[in-house]
């Protein structure tokens, strides 16, 4: 049996939960496109975005560690992978759109300039001047403008569903600005899904690789909420915590937030009725998200983090590097453009870019290891330009 984009759509309409986004109804794109026979708009967003060279460019981008640190810590890729598959988890549970969700989970970090945060914190002040920097908008860039993949527009042209996945993606990290998309309204349930997905994925995901790389200790959680009860759900005895112990420490944590995620938001969407993705975008608040006890457990665990792994002199360490390379290859294209390569100056005089913003582009673009060679190649003399 063959099945066509119809029949994915009529079973979205029979599967799906009423305020569950359905590809038949999206708004569609910005360049009219015929829609593909055997697949849904929304699987053709999620297909275009795995072939670009910005998602795949993520495997060489730094979530906490720089990749030169190892190779068994995560990337931004494997964070979008993991993210993704989260987000498909929780939509399949509540009745979403399971492919939006994983078009916009694995889109959502493509605009991530190189050395994480630290890279975005130095793109922004220096970008201050000029427009302003954020990874979101940078997505978005990417997407709509910066892939050159098809003669009749620039970009993905991806659904406006997707688009607006992308901007109104927020985590404690991260705050969406929105104006061009309808901000007087929430995400949609695909969206807000893919924003707890990615909370839960980089929490419990740092703190693995924080454990393995022996950053944080197995003591140091010791009274920890989310620690004690992964302790006692995996009946740990004391001393005896291994790299099995660690790995089965996180399945738990992720399946634990999974479910709650799940009944807390079944309540909250049985206590609101919304009939209509419209009418769950007009709520006064999101949906989505965990428990009162588990966004505490949530929180401590974040502190944790951060009083501990992120500001730990390793992480704090490259992160200053990082700012310090990506400050001074700005300041050294902006003073002499020729050292931009003659494909970006081309783009900037057919585009009418601004100077300041051909170079954010650029930087933004790049890995952790190609950043580092340019500065390299810009300021060590014996190394070949």
Partial sequence: MISTREDFEKRELEMLAPYGMKSGDSRGREYPEDEPNHRTAFQRDRDRILHTTAFRRLEYKTQVFVNHEGDYFRTRLTHSLEVAQIGRTIARILGANEDLIEAICLVHDIGHPPFGHSGEEALAQLMEAHGGFDHNRQTLRI???????????????????????????????????????????????????????????????????????????????????????????????????DELARHYLTRILIGFFVRDVCYATSQRL???????????????????????????????????????????????????????????????????PHQLPASTLTYQKVNGETLARVICDYIAGMTDRYALQEYQKLFDPFTRP
């Avoid at 919304?274 to 975008?281: G, I, K, T």
């Avoid at 966004?295 to 360490?317: G, S």
């Fill in 143 to 241: 997407v709509t403008r910066l892939e050159q993949r098809y003669a009749e527009f620039s970009g993905l042209n991806l659904t406006y569903e997707v688009r607006e996945g992308i901007i109104k993606h927020e985590t404690e990290y991260d705050v969406s600005s929105c104006e061009d998309y309808e901000p007087d309204k929430r995400g949609s349930l695909e969206a807000q899904i893919a924003n707890i997905a990615d909370e839960l994925a980089y929490t419990i995901h740092d703190l693995d690789d924080g454990l393995y790389a022996g950053l944080l200790t197995p003591g140091q959680l010791d009274g920890i909420g989310l620690w004690e009860l992964g302790k006692e759900e995996a009946g740990f005895e004391p001393g005896a915590f």
């Fill in 270 to 336: 049985e206590k609101a009725r919304p009939r209509s993705v419209e009418a769950l975008q007009r709520l006064p608040s999101d949906v989505v998200g965990p428990s009162q006890d588990a966004a505490i457990m949530l929180r401590e665990m974040k502190d944790f983090l951060y009083q501990n792994m992120y500001t730990h002199h390793r992480v704090v360490r490259m992160h200053k590097k990082a700012e310090r390379f990506i400050t001074q290859l700005f300041s050294a294209y902006l003073d002499d």
